[in-house]
């Protein structure tokens, strides 16, 4: 399946998404984990650094490219965090079709509560919070051992910061899916076990 997930920061577009690739054998491609490891690179619109640290979006030209990689050779994917405004989404049009359009509804201040408090591993990228899905022993991940880390635009401004970001510029890429026929919304302030449930039927009902 090409399915595209969509909501917020925060509204758990990782968490489910990570579950989507294991559970139908398809690749993640998610544009935040990618800028993330190549922070620093020089492109000729600066680093990507210096646009996440702010919480705005990295130029379009980028992210496009780092998409079009990603998907080229993809049998099935999961789309995460991408695309974030009309210009992403024309662009994906032209480079591919999608069975499905996942949309995770959570509202503002849960938002900002799920971001200051996720903690990430730096080995596997497992995702925690510090209340809502606390590691067994604190700072470690379940699944590897590896050291929590948090990220450095999870501070209470950069994030609210990129949830008016959000709210400027992707609220017509859920109207255009919405219009398109392909967009299922999902109730996002369940529990992550819950949301699953829902994710899993709407991408069954699309297979
Ligand atoms: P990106 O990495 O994509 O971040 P984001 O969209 O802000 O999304 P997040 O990763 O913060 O949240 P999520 O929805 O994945 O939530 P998660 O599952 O982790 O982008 C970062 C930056 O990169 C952008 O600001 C921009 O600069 C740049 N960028 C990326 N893509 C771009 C693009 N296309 N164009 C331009 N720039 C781009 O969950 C969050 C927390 O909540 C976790 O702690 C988790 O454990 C917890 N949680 C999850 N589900 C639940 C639940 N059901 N109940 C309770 N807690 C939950
Ligand atoms: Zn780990």
Request: overall charge negative; some cysteine; glycine content about 8%.
């Amino acid at each position: 399946p090409r399915i595209l997930i969509l909501g917020a920061p925060g509204a758990g577009k990782g968490t489910q998404s990570r579950r989507l690739a294991e559970n139908y054998g398809i690749e993640h491609v998610t544009t935040g984990d990618a800028l993330r490891a190549n922070k620093h690179m020089e492109t000729e619109y600066g680093t990507p650094a210096e646009f996440m640290d702010a919480g705005e979006l990295v130029p379009d030209p980028v992210v496009n490219e780092i998409v079009k990689a990603a998907i080229e050779d993809a049998e099935g994917f999961v789309l995460d965090g991408y695309p974030r405004n009309e210009s992403q989404t024309e662009y994906l049009d032209e480079i591919t079709d999608l069975d499905v359009v996942l949309y995770l509804d959570v509202a503002d201040d849960e938002l900002v509560r799920r971001l200051t408090g996720r903690r990430v591993c730096e080995e596997c990228g497992a995702t925690y919070h510090v209340d809502f899905n606390p590691p067994e022993e604190s700072g470690t991940c379940d699944e590897c051992g590896g050291d929590l880390y948090q990220r450095d635009d999870d501070t209470e401004e950069t994030a609210r910061e990129r949830i008016t970001v959000y709210e400027e510029n992707t609220q017509p890429v859920i109207d255009y899916f919405r219009d398109a026929g392909l967009l299922v919304e999902i109730d996002g302030e369940q529990t992550p076990d819950e949301v699953w449930a829902d994710v899993e039927d709407a991408v069954d009902v699309h297979l």
